[in-house]
């Protein structure tokens, strides 16, 4: 198995500009998250699927994030208009019971 | 806000050595996972404890968990080179949701060889 593969690693972005992190999770897992690390807050729960349902997006910083999972095998997480503040590795993880298996994360700079 | 901490931030120790890191967290716990990252990387599972164990071995890796502390250790044995990363404790808040891990902010581990 690959394991979680996430696209892009790396992105440089302009402030205002569209981003779209994309995570492709392991075959049989049901459970998927987005976090967000920083050297200041360390990582952070973004958002839970189950089954492709949102569960918890209380993580979701505001508006400007969001998240779909349309089928099993797919999640993308949009930043529209993106800002400076935003600059982080995000990671894409998904589950089996009492274990997460991340991904190897994308980093944004937002200019 | 941090349910687990880690202790130290950093450590340096030279290969061969023994690392052990601690994590303390605050409140009740249903178990609670150490996580390794080496620079660049996503995180890895090392290693599950139960609330009700004490104890868990993995290889190279002891885990202890005192709950009436709340506080847990990581003891790598006879470290390498290759052991130089960051290791996070992460908690699953009993009575919370069960799919909700906490991170604490890592120790950084460096082996020196």
């Known amino acids: 198995d690959a394991g979680v593969i996430q696209s892009p690693r790396h992105e440089v972005t302009e402030m205002g500009q569209e981003v779209t992190l994309r995570c492709k999770p392991i075959?049989?897992?049901?459970?998927l998250f987005w976090y967000r690390q920083t050297m200041m807050r360390g990582l952070e729960l973004l958002i839970y699927?189950?089954?492709?349902?949102?569960?918890?997006d209380s993580g979701m910083p505001e508006d400007r994030f969001s998240a779909k999972m349309p089928n099993a095998s797919f999640s993308t997480l949009k930043i529209q208009p993106s800002e400076p503040r935003d600059s982080a590795v995000y990671f894409c993880a998904s589950s089996l019971p009492g274990e997460l298996f991340f991904g190897e994360g994308s980093r944004l700079t937002v200019l | 806000s941090q349910q687990g901490e880690e202790d130290p931030q950093a450590l340096s120790i030279q290969e061969g050595e023994n690392a052990t890191m601690n994590c303390s967290y605050k409140t009740s716990i249903n178990n609670l996972q150490w996580y390794r990252q080496n620079s660049g990387r996503g995180l890895v599972h090392l290693i599950l404890i139960r609330s009700n164990e004490r104890e868990k071995h993995s290889g190279r890796l002891r885990v202890t968990l005192d709950t009436s502390k709340k506080s847990s250790s990581l003891l790598i044995t006879a470290s390498r080179a290759a052991d130089t990363a960051s290791y996070f404790c992460a908690t699953d808040a009993s009575g919370g949701s069960n799919y909700k891990l906490t991170f604490g902010k890592g120790t950084l581990l460096t082996v020196n060889p």
């Open positions: 699927f189950n089954n492709n349902v949102p569960i918890d």
């Open positions: 075959s049989g897992h049901n459970s």
